[in-house]
């Protein structure tokens, strides 16, 4: 069955025609050399080009990264081998190697060696510690020699592919190959070796469009590869999961199952024929060259495949070999620090008979599961003895540790102490399932939860989910998406009345079967409920921890005296409608923001003061300010601008609102002002001794002695409506009327 890993391209660069790839171990740079002479590095994480520099004017072949000198290697058609320090650019060394064009440069793992062959059909190697001398020269093939490698497992041998048709193997101090490997029709292009420990393997690719993988103990061809169209130019084993990625000139890259050498999936990226692949032991990334440009892939997920039960002991997956360590066993354990890596005993487990892709404990932690190349085998977690397997794309384990359910396409079958005991096919189709108190089913559709011993619809939900953890007494579950999480609490009687009263039942389920708590805005990437604790880890890897319980949060910010944790408290109980702690966290936090609108949407007048008070004496002016102009203390927002050096805006503040102190700011506004510019200080003109320049003065300072008493009363939000006309009102106006109105009665009389 395929792998149906995950293919994220990292990045996509176009240039003249890629000759070579190589990723460097630590950093994350992709090395390009080229046809047209030149060299680039990528960073293949922020896809900017942070290197690059010109060789030669012919083409480079090959360029390798030696991380522990700090070089890049690299060997070009003008028979040159130089070295440049890739900090500075600076060449370091430069010496003809051969006499033809040089293909292909292998570096020694731990030695101070590098491989180098050539057309002229040699291959050589150097020792830069003693000089760059030539140490020995490898002689036997009769045509082009393509590629070299080390043997990961042995690095005294290499192989070699040559277009005389033949792969020869050699070792380090002998003059002659020690074996060749017969069987391409036409001239071998590239070679590689199987990094796991179990097969004794090496693959090779030729322009006879064909892959064959050899077995170099006994020299034979175990497996041939067909389906490329074109030459095949480029072959890698992959160092962490089980793919042979071929490159053709066809412009595919195609991957091979290792295990069972059926096409997983072909890739076209559109930038004509593939030149060169390149896998890093120890990481699922694979940088491709093309004859227009370089793209990084990351196939699958790095993390290992791996499970703790609730004793503490851990199961892993290491390629095919199943490893395990105890973390109870661990000794002296108040000297380990927080944050510090556990010294763990690593015990040999022995080979799993498929390449897991995920391993899971049953809840009591007797069984364990490893699932991958659509099976799964049950074994024993103690001495990895096979119980039971079966065919399988996915395994779950139900909250009965003798339950579990696995997918066979889309039929969900049920077993129960290893025996079958139903199967059922969801209408909307199946993607994935989801084990826990529930029977999860993804589909496109959304989500659906059944009943595990009735498989009843209990609850759809529209939502994709990414993954489900329930809590361990089955009341909580958080449904992981994209980018965010739901938490929801779980009525387990819900069913029961729903099969009482078939009312309760509708087309998406029972509806009162799930309450929602709340929704996180915080992508999830792994997490776990300790009881109604539920602890993940976001996008930046950051450890996060959410509360079901506001009492519990409150306790933990009161310890904890955190800006941050105060406001995500406030929030939740802004949510919950428990306004005082929301008011309380607020003022923890100092957040005079929010609680202004807290203040202003409850009509907390009291809050609204004791706001005005406490962010005046942090010097959060313009919240203090709005909070005395909302309170309608409109002297203490004059005062709060003469204090705060605001004179003109206190002036035209004091004309607006408060008539009757205009003369006096204007004095305090003229004396500010004659600091710096006496002409403009003498221009400026006070109501009270030039009236006419501001009409209706008089009037408006009336009008503020008759809103005095009004402006300071705390109407009650219901009085909205009745209020609404007043503010229509223009009180000059009225007033003037009312004063015409006086004076023609008394005219009249």
């Not at 069955?1 to 994220?8: F, G, R, T, Y």
């Not at 994935?432 to 029977?439: D, H, T, V």
Request: proline share 3%.
């Amino acid at each position: 069955m395929p792998l149906k890993l995950e293919i994220k391209r990292k990045l996509s660069a176009r240039s003249d025609r890629v000759k070579s790839v190589d990723i460097h171990p630590s950093e994350p740079w992709m090395l390009v050399s080229l046809y047209n002479g030149n060299v680039h590095v990528w960073n293949h994480e922020t896809q900017q080009l942070v290197k690059s520099f010109e060789v030669c004017e012919p083409p480079v072949r090959t360029a390798k990264f030696v991380a522990r000198k700090n070089w890049i290697i690299t060997g070009s058609d003008d028979m040159q081998i130089r070295v440049y320090n890739y900090n500075t650019l600076e060449r370091v060394h430069m010496f003809e190697a051969h006499s033809d064009y040089i293909r292909c440069i292998a570096v020694h793992p731990t030695q101070s060696f590098i491989l180098s062959s050539s057309d002229d059909m040699s291959i050589k190697l150097w020792d830069w510690e003693n000089k760059w001398t030539c140490k020995q020269v490898f002689e036997g093939h009769t045509h082009y020699v393509m590629q070299i490698v080390f043997n990961p497992k042995d690095n005294n041998t290499f192989a070699s592919a040559s277009l005389d048709k033949t792969v020869k193997v050699w070792q380090l101090g002998s003059t002659h190959a020690n074996f060749t490997l017969e069987g391409h029709e036409k001239g071998v292009n590239c070679v590689d070796y199987y990094h796991g420990g179990d097969k004794p393997y090496l693959i090779s690719g030729a322009d006879d469009r064909l892959v064959k993988i050899w077995d170099y103990q006994n020299k034979t061809c175990v497996q041939t590869l067909e389906g490329h169209s074109q030459n095949i130019s480029s072959v890698a084993f992959h160092t962490e999961l089980p793919l042979i990625l071929t490159g053709s000139e066809d412009g595919t890259i195609k991957l091979w199952h290792s295990n069972t050498y059926r096409l997983d999936n072909t890739l076209n990226y559109g930038l004509e024929r593939v030149w060169a692949i390149c896998c890093l032991k120890g990481s699922n990334n694979v940088a491709i060259g093309y004859d227009e440009g370089s793209v990084m892939i990351k196939l699958g997920r790095e993390e290992p495949a791996i499970s703790m039960d609730s004793s503490g002991k851990i199961i892993w997956a290491k390629h095919s070999e199943i490893q395990q360590a105890n973390l109870k066993a661990m000794t002296d354990q108040e000297f380990i620090k927080d944050g510090e890596r556990l010294p763990l005993n690593v015990k040999d487990m022995g080979a799993c008979d498929i390449y897991p892709q995920t391993i899971s404990h049953n809840p009591n932690g007797r069984f364990v599961v490893a699932c991958g190349d659509g099976e799964y085998i049950i074994y024993t977690s103690m001495a990895l003895r096979n119980k039971a397997y079966g065919p399988a794309q996915e395994f779950i384990w139900s909250y009965d540790s003798s339950e579990y359910a696995i997918r066979d396409n889309n039929t969900i079958k049920i077993f129960k102490n290893f025996k079958e005991r139903k199967s059922f096919k969801p209408s909307f189709g199946t993607e994935n399932i989801y084990g826990g108190q529930l029977l999860g089913v993804k589909s496109v559709s959304g989500l659906t939860f059944y009943d595990w011993e009735t498989t009843d619809l209990v609850r759809r939900i529209e939502i994709t989910p990414k993954i489900i953890y329930w809590s361990e007494n089955g009341e909580l579950v958080c449904i992981a998406c994209e980018d965010s999480f739901y938490v929801l609490r779980y009525d387990a009687e819900a069913l029961g009345r729903a099969r009482d009263n078939p009312d309760l039942m509708t087309e998406d389920g029972i509806e009162d079967a799930f309450t929602v708590l709340n929704e996180v805005s915080e992508s999830v990437r792994t997490g776990l409920w300790i009881g109604d604790c539920f602890i993940y880890t976001n996008s930046l890897n950051r450890l996060n921890y959410y509360l079901a319980d506001l009492n519990t949060a409150y306790e933990i910010a009161k310890e904890a005296e955190s800006e941050q944790k105060w406001k995500q408290l406030a929030e939740m109980a802004t949510k919950k409608c428990q306004f005082d702690l929301a008011q309380e966290c607020l003022h923890k936090a100092e957040d005079f923001g929010s609680l202004v609108l807290l203040a202003s949407s409850t009509g907390n007048a009291d809050m609204m003061q004791k706001m005005a008070e406490s962010s005046k004496q942090k010097g959060q002016n313009n919240i203090s300010f709005l909070s005395y102009f909302v309170l309608g203390k409109l002297e203490e927002c004059l005062q709060l601008l003469i204090d705060t050096s605001r004179i003109p805006e206190a002036a035209f503040f004091a004309r607006t609102y408060l008539p009757s102190q205009t003369s006096r700011v204007v004095k305090l506004w003229r004396e500010e002002l004659r600091k710096t510019n006496e002409k403009a200080a003498q221009a400026i003109a006070d109501p009270t001794e030039y009236e006419n320049l501001f009409a209706g003065y008089q009037n408006s300072v009336k009008a503020e002695q008759f809103l005095q008493k009004e402006r300071q009363m705390m109407l009650p939000a219901f009085e909205y409506s009745s209020q609404t006309e007043k503010w229509m009102w223009s009180i000059v106006k009225n007033l003037l009327l009312i004063r015409n109105k006086i004076f023609q009665s008394l005219s009249e009389f």
